[in-house]
């Protein structure tokens, strides 16, 4: 089991630190920030450079790649678990630190498929690239349920509201949850109208809206 640095360098983002002392003392903790505010991003994100060295990975990153996931970390360079997939993560990485090129990866097999995107950090490639892993699903509850608790929803409210984001209907949320279709019609209402949603399409589009949110304690 290998173990990514937690604060990996970042590159210097202040190019006016050239001239102006007082940025240029200021970047090392920029760069802090940067790497800090990485972790509150609801997907792993992997910023790596030539030959897929890695320079940073933030914290879903760390911990998708520590549980089992199709790209692995070796001697600090990123790899794919198997040949075609190193293959392919290799295309990826070069189109993009080549020539600019984005790319859509679905690497491994079985139960540890994965998609990721990698992005160039710069239009003609620049020789560094950004692999940017699924949303976080945890993310997305605590979005919810921080939605839940400024609206006041009481425990059953939400979760008819997690029913309806999971794309079940009024009844299917009634059967699930043992009560009465009208409870659950009653329910949709009591949402909409703490939310001021004048629709369960509005009450939906609101919380698909909301930035992922990430606790962080392990």
Request: hydrophobic share 45%.
């Amino acid at each position: 089991m290998f173990q990514l640095p937690t604060s990996a360098a970042v590159p210097a983002v202040v190019p006016a630190a050239v001239d102006n002392p007082a940025a240029a003392s200021a970047e090392p903790l920029l760069a802090r920030w940067l790497a800090q505010s990485l972790d509150h991003v609801g997907r792993g994100m992997l910023l790596v450079t030539e030959g897929a060295r890695l320079l940073h990975a933030n914290r879903l990153a760390r911990l998708a790649l520590q549980g089992g996931h199709p790209l692995q970390l070796d001697n600090g360079c990123l790899r794919a678990a198997t040949a075609p997939d190193s293959q392919a993560l290799h295309d990826a990485l070069d189109a993009a630190m080549r020539r600019g090129v984005r790319r859509m990866l679905q690497l491994g097999h079985g139960q540890n498929v994965g998609v990721v995107a990698v992005l160039p950090l710069e239009p003609q490639g620049g020789g560094a690239a950004l692999i940017s892993l699924p949303q976080s699903r945890g993310a997305q509850d605590l979005a919810v349920h921080s939605f839940a608790r400024q609206y006041s929803f009481t425990g059953a409210e939400t979760a008819v509201l997690e029913g309806l984001l999971a794309g079940r209907r009024p009844d299917e949320i009634a059967q699930a949850k043992g009560v009465q279709l009208s409870t659950v019609r009653t329910q949709i209402g009591q949402l909409r109208q703490k939310c001021g949603a004048h629709s369960i399409r509005e009450l939906l589009d609101r919380v698909g809206a909301l930035p992922p949110m990430l606790a962080l304690v392990q």
